[in-house]
């Protein structure tokens, strides 16, 4: 099985990834994809992607476009697409997307803003298309 690395250079990106075993103390900025399986304690600004694996452990504030979560997450997390517990996640803090999908076994304490189309702090990365009104009929 090819690593996340590998994998994101075939589509032609980069996926930047902490490994296992590895700690981070500070703040991320990334336009790319992010892996995360070690710990990170600082804020995660993301233009992308973010998985957190079963080993991943964050503290702080994450902006991005989506997330996947299997680890331990202390964090308010805003995210434009759509915030995905797994079955192995345990997230405290608050959340706004405009999707959450949460599979049984998770666990999340803190409270839920969902809006369709946008996330309360982060900017659409495309807009909705909003339906024309039709001409009534006399």
Same mark, same amino acid.
């Given at each position: 099985?090819?690593?996340?690395?590998?994998?994101?250079?075939?589509?032609?990106?980069?996926?930047?990834?902490?490994? #296992?075993?590895?700690?981070? *103390?500070?703040? @991320?900025?990334?336009? %790319?994809?992010?892996?995360?399986? =070690?710990? /990170?304690?600082?804020?995660?600004?993301?233009?992308?992607?973010?998985?957190?694996?079963?080993?991943?452990?964050?503290?702080?504030?994450?902006?991005?476009?989506?997330?996947?979560?299997?680890?331990?997450?202390? #964090?308010?997390?805003?995210? *434009?697409?759509? @915030?995905?517990?797994? %079955?192995?996640?345990?997230?405290? =803090?608050? /959340?706004?997307?405009?999707?959450?999908?949460?599979?049984?076994?998770?666990?999340?304490?803190?409270?839920?803003?969902?809006?369709?189309?946008?996330?309360?702090?982060?900017?659409?990365?495309?807009?909705?298309?909003?339906?024309?009104?039709?001409?009534?009929?006399?």
């Amino acid at each position: 099985m090819n690593r996340p690395e590998e994998m994101g250079a075939m589509n032609g990106t980069r996926v930047n990834t902490i490994a #296992a075993g590895t700690s981070l *103390v500070g703040n @991320i900025e990334a336009t %790319s994809d992010c892996r995360i399986d =070690g710990t /990170i304690k600082g804020n995660i600004n993301c233009k992308s992607k973010i998985i957190i694996g079963q080993s991943g452990v964050v503290e702080g504030d994450i902006n991005c476009d989506g997330i996947e979560i299997e680890g331990r997450v202390k #964090a308010n997390i805003n995210a *434009v697409d759509i @915030i995905s517990l797994r %079955s192995t996640a345990v997230l405290a =803090g608050d /959340i706004a997307s405009s999707k959450l999908a949460i599979e049984p076994g998770a666990t999340f304490v803190g409270n839920c803003k969902i809006q369709n189309g946008k996330a309360a702090g982060v900017q659409p990365t495309h807009t909705p298309t909003q339906p024309q009104p039709q001409p009534q009929q006399k």
